[in-house]
């Protein structure tokens, strides 16, 4: 099978992957260019993502807390008299 034959095989499959990524371009363009002509909007860009990283530890640590209280028991050494 040639390189051509493969890729017109495979075309239909795969199809989503350039469009995909010509999608993802395009809009890293624009918002390059409205970070551009509106500079405030890289700040509550960068705010908005330091806000989502916060709040996304706080839920981890608040479920770890939970889980650790529901497990607790289950680390208590029971002592063994002979």
Do not use: C, N
Request: no cysteine; net charge positive; glycine share 8%.
């Amino acid at each position: 099978m040639r390189v051509r034959e493969f890729f017109l095989w495979q075309a239909g499959e795969y199809d989503f992957l350039w469009k995909s990524q010509m999608l993802l371009g395009v809009l890293l363009v624009a918002t390059g260019v409205l970070i551009v002509l509106f500079p405030r909007l890289l700040a509550a860009m960068v705010a908005t993502g330091i806000i989502l990283a916060g709040a996304s530890l706080i839920g981890s640590a608040w479920r770890m807390r939970r889980l650790q209280r529901r497990s607790r028991h289950l680390y208590e050494i029971e002592s063994i008299e002979w």
